[in-house]
């Protein structure tokens, strides 16, 4: 069974720092993964989705990497705002599951002034 | 705009009570999906429809039911055999099963 798992639960880093959030996964055999956020009471907003075959996605600040073989994916904001306050999940879709996303329970970052 | 919406955004249910959650898509997808979240723990997939009439259960779907009759629409029922039912609910879809899944806003189930 596939667990997820993301260290720190909780992140307070000043503006203008670089941070990475870590994502570890059980089973490697994934089809690909994904970085959401979530702002409080919000729906997921998806950040970033990683297939497979690749080792990294850039969108603006942010960049994903993933190393499969070792069950790792890590998501680096470059030079970080209040904005980006909010809750970062990462989501697993195994090769033999047709639809299911496997979550971790989330990094809740606070970007402070 | 294109977009997914859930209804009601809080909902309260009293005991025995059957409640139905809304999720309604206009971007044309296939895929259709129900999770549940609770403080602390990841999402967790209740119910998953990968094509209309068709639907399977996900980790979490004893008391829990759907129906996929329109393309836009998969409403989700959580049913009084459901015994802890306080929860936010996040429906979500995708444009098949390996794509992007894109959520809606979610609904909170309270329970009176």
């Known amino acids: 069974k596939q667990e997820v798992t993301q260290i720190p639960a909780a992140l307070s880093v000043p503006e203008g720092e670089n941070l990475v959030l870590n994502c570890s996964f059980t089973d490697s055999a994934i089809y690909n993964l994904q970085w959401f956020r979530q702002d409080p009471g919000k729906g997921l907003t998806s950040l970033l989705l990683i297939q497979s075959s690749q080792r990294e996605q850039t969108s603006g600040r942010l960049n994903a990497s993933l190393d499969k073989s070792s069950g790792r994916s890590t998501l680096y904001i470059a030079a970080s705002q209040p904005g980006d306050s909010a809750t970062y999940l990462c989501?697993?879709?195994?090769?033999?599951?047709?639809?299911?996303?496997?979550f971790g329970t989330g990094t809740r970052l606070q970007v402070t002034l | 705009d294109g977009g997914i919406t859930q209804s009601p955004k809080y909902l309260f249910r009293k005991e025995g009570q059957n409640v139905t959650l809304s999720c309604e898509q206009n971007l044309n997808h296939d895929a259709m999906y129900w999770y549940r979240q609770d403080p602390g723990q990841g999402l967790r997939l209740i119910y998953y429809s990968q094509i209309v009439n068709d639907f399977q259960k996900g980790d979490i779907a004893e008391g829990y039911s759907v129906s996929r009759e329109k393309k836009e629409s998969f409403p989700l029922t959580v049913t009084s055999a459901q015994k802890n039912p306080t929860a936010f609910y996040l429906c979500?879809?995708?444009?098949?099963?390996?794509?992007?899944?894109?959520f809606g806003p979610g609904t909170r189930l309270l329970v009176l």
């Open positions: 989501a697993v879709k195994d090769t033999g599951t047709a639809s299911k996303l496997t």
């Open positions: 979500a879809s995708s444009s098949d099963s390996q794509r992007t899944q894109y």
